[in-house]
């Protein structure tokens, strides 16, 4: 995950504007606007070959999820084609055991993952925000009782959890699976968060609001949480990301709704019809290699932000390029 370096911001009274210095630049009282924000991170990526590798296969990805019909023209729960068809120009994956179009379940299957990995890594994201935040700048017993819970989900696996619960609403659709994944996965994310509020917490610009005498969600939403747009960038990237695979495992071993065509039930009938010993190995392999490549995009814009957020991480060969310019 991305750190946030901020270095102390310079001394201010309670009439001057104090200011913060985050990995985008300077950050005024109240934080950047949304819009200025997004400019930077932008700037940071398209500089960034990792970001922006993974922003492309990502930006593929969503197309497909937005409009599979412009890619795939057949019905992909339609049984209505030869069974265990090989590969031809009318079926470019051929065709599943039931006769459904592989192709087709391919594309139209994005849409769910892309949901899930959207949903859950968005929820997750907000709820660690809130509950981390939160508990660093009020401390005392607020604090505490936010901690007890963070660390409770923190010490119980994840995955076997999700297994649990799963368990119980066997067949669940999308939404009920986004919030499965939501609640189990965002105690990691709300401990980065605290440790990163804790080093802030004691900043001239915060002190600066409190003597103005502005609310403490006020110096939480609009002071803290702005300074820490990297960090948040980077554990959304890295929620749906877990999100992807924790819900096409659990579709895999059969906790999904079966019914709805994703990579993870692709995996689950192909198992089921036993696609490898009978020469279909490409209804496994190729809804394998999406999941790979899409948890590949996430991973490596997080990885870029990484690098973005924290100088150390930085490839070394970058200061080389400039040392030798600068000796010509």
């Excluded at 949304?34 to 940071?44: T, Y």
């Amino acid at each position: 995950m991305a750190t946030l370096d901020t270095p102390d911001a310079p001394e201010a009274g309670p009439e001057a504007a104090a200011v913060a210095v985050g990995p985008f630049g300077v950050l005024p009282s109240g934080g950047l606007s949304g819009v200025r924000s997004l400019r930077r991170i932008g700037r940071a990526v398209t500089s960034n070959g990792k970001a922006l590798a993974g922003a492309v296969l990502l930006a593929i990805f969503i197309f497909v999820g937005l409009f599979p019909g412009l890619i795939a023209h057949d019905n992909p729960e339609a049984e209505i084609y030869g069974r265990s068809v090989g590969l031809s120009s009318a079926h470019l994956l051929g065709t599943t055991a039931f006769g459904q179009d592989m192709f087709s379940q391919v594309i139209y299957g994005a849409r769910p993952v892309l949901l899930i990995a959207f949903g859950a890594g968005f929820g997750a994201t907000i709820i660690a925000m809130l509950i981390g935040v939160a508990a660093a700048y009020l401390g005392g017993a607020w604090d505490s009782s936010l901690n007890l819970l963070t660390d409770v989900l923190l010490v119980i696996p994840a995955f076997p959890l999700l297994i649990i619960i799963g368990s119980y609403l066997h067949g669940a659709g999308t939404g009920v699976m986004i919030a499965v994944i939501t609640f189990v996965s965002w105690s990691y994310t709300a401990r980065q968060l605290r440790a990163q509020a804790l080093s802030i917490r004691g900043r001239d610009f915060l002190e600066a609001a409190r003597v103005r005498g502005e609310r403490a969600i006020y110096i939480i939403v609009v002071e803290i949480i702005p300074t820490m747009t990297s960090l948040l960038v980077a554990s959304f990237l890295t929620n749906a990301l877990y999100a992807v695979l924790f819900s096409s495992s659990l579709q895999f071993i059969g906790l999904g709704d079966p019914s709805v065509t994703s990579w993870g039930t692709m995996l689950y009938w192909a198992e089921n019809n036993e696609a490898f010993q009978t020469g279909q190995g490409l209804w496994i392999i190729v809804p394998g290699l999406c999941i790979v490549a899409l948890g590949a995009a996430f991973a490596l814009l997080n990885y870029a932000f990484d690098e973005i957020g924290n100088p150390a991480l930085r490839p070394v060969r970058s200061m080389r390029g400039k040392r030798v310019k600068l000796a010509k």
